[in-house]
């Protein structure tokens, strides 16, 4: 090349001159293979994090002493409660269940139907109150009230031993009373 041609090829794009062209090419495929490899990998070490967390129409949210209803498909024989200290099913006609919170954590619902066929399996989580609590520690003690507009006695799993018995002892009192009241005519 002359000298004026080369002043030529300087002043254009390097896109442009045939000499650098295949560079270019030759660049950007192997940007795009590095970055197809990358993208790859990165997906196949998401994988098993997307295996281990349960999607969200699979989970089950209910509050510790709250009922839910949840609808089931019709063919459920059997319900099988993975921990009913957690929480406590009950099936109703048409595929309806009944997912009632009993103490905090979580744990699974397994429908099956007569022939023993897994129908369905959820994570039921339950969590605490959403109504205003007080927690009030007397030392290792824990006492509960609802403050919602006045603070009332509440029983909560995870109050003191004494506090908990002297307020079940007081529903229970009531609800003899009440019972007994209603069922007399004067």
């Not at 090829?9 to 560079?23: D, G, I, K």
Request: glycine letters at 10%; one cysteine or more; a positive charge.
């Amino acid at each position: 090349m002359s000298g004026a041609g080369t002043a030529a090829y300087l002043l254009l794009p390097a896109w442009f001159v045939p000499e650098y062209r295949m560079s270019l090419q030759l660049l950007r495929s192997r940007a795009r293979a590095v970055f197809l490899l990358r993208s790859l990998a990165a997906g196949i070490l998401l994988i098993p994090a997307g295996g281990i967390a349960a999607p969200v129409d699979d989970l089950i949210a209910v509050n510790v002493d709250q009922a839910k209803l949840i609808k089931f498909p019709d063919r459920i024989a059997t319900i099988v409660v993975g921990n009913p200290l957690i929480a406590d099913v009950t099936l109703q006609p048409g595929g309806m269940v009944v997912v009632t919170g009993k103490g905090y954590g979580a744990t699974n619902i397994i429908a099956m139907d007569r022939t023993g066929a897994v129908l369905m399996d959820r994570i039921v989580q339950v969590e605490g109150p959403t109504d205003k609590v007080v927690t009030i520690y007397r030392g290792v003690d824990r006492e509960s009230y609802s403050c919602s507009p006045v603070c009332q006695r509440r029983v909560t799993l995870g109050d003191g031993e004494t506090y908990f018995k002297s307020t079940m002892d007081q529903a229970g009192s009531l609800n003899t009373q009440a019972t007994g009241a209603g069922g007399k005519v004067n």
